[in-house]
């Protein structure tokens, strides 16, 4: 079976993330501000992503209690790479070009969520590559936070969803 996700866009900001047609979430990014923050609603359970460190270059997530539940921290001050710790297990975050712009999670060697652009028939779009045992939504709003500069400056507001499952 294959796993269809796709992201709308609401009022400026916020998205609404839904997967076979079932509403899973939103989020809603506070882009027009000095540190870009969002809000993240899965279920009932809401968390804030926000930036921290000297440069601002670690993400956090946190739940409503303010216990940190996943955060991002680049492996070199100039690498295209990055370590996610989330429920005890360290991730990767790795940005490439595969041929057009691609923001991938790795656990291990193994590619388990992959947000990037897609060219088909004269048209540019957002492909989403998931793993089957990849049923965590929180790593789909990370990698979504990341991607829409990438979408927008790419598509505009029309966005194209393919989405893919890797096996």
């Not at 539940?69 to 690498?79: G, H, I, M, R, S």
């Not at 041929?99 to 652009?117: N, Q, R, S």
């Not at 979504?144 to 990438?150: A, T």
């Amino acid at each position: 079976m294959i796993t269809t996700k796709q992201w709308k866009k609401n009022p400026e900001g916020h998205f609404v993330f839904s997967v076979h047609g079932n509403e899973m979430g939103s989020m809603a990014i506070q882009m027009n501000v000095m540190e870009r923050k969002a809000i993240i609603k899965i279920g009932v359970e809401i968390y804030s992503l926000k930036h921290t460190g000297f440069w601002k270059s670690t993400i956090e997530i946190e739940d409503v209690k303010g216990n940190i539940v996943l955060k991002t921290y680049a492996d070199k001050w100039y690498a295209n790479s990055s370590s996610i710790d989330y429920k005890g297990r360290i991730l990767k975050l790795k940005i490439r070009n595969n041929p057009l712009a691609e923001y991938v999670i790795l656990e291990g060697d193994k590619e388990i969520l992959a947000y990037g652009l897609h060219f088909e028939d004269h048209q540019i779009g957002t492909r989403i590559l998931t793993a089957p045992s990849n049923k965590d939504y929180l790593l789909d709003f990370l990698l979504w936070y990341l991607f829409v500069p990438v979408a927008q400056e790419n598509m505009g507001d029309s966005y194209v969803f393919f989405t893919l499952l890797i096996s």
